[in-house]
Nanobody, 114 residues
């Protein structure tokens, strides 16, 4: 089992920044892929960014020039730095841990006002 605890969401104005953090605990492995997904009201959950055990990253086209994902392997933590936030970034952001099984965090709300 893997447990994921997210933090860092909140309410900001357009153009501002936020940083999300997710700490994994339990039966974790460094080679697992971790990342962030988001779900806006009335929409499907979508990929934001992932980082695998070798540090390779993948971003959604809508965020690749504004968001940056990083990982502290020693602390089993993945960070998402979100800059130049837009109202369309408003969603619940979920941490994801993908290894033999897939685990999800409880979600953290990000609201961007115009």
């Amino acid at each position: 089992q893997v447990q994921l605890v997210e933090s860092g969401g909140g309410l900001v104005q357009a153009g501002e920044s936020l940083r999300l953090s997710c700490k994994a605990s339990g039966s974790t492995r460094p080679l697992a892929r971790m990342g962030w997904y988001r779900q806006a009201p009335g929409k499907q959950r979508e990929l934001v960014a992932t980082i695998d055990g070798r540090g390779y990253t993948n971003y959604a086209d809508s965020v690749k020039d504004r968001f940056s994902i990083s990982r502290d392997y020693a602390k089993n933590t993945v960070l998402l730095q979100m800059n130049t936030l837009k109202p369309e970034d408003t969603a619940v952001y979920y941490c994801n841990y993908d290894d033999y099984y897939i685990y999800w965090g409880q979600g953290t709300q990000v609201t961007v006002s115009s």
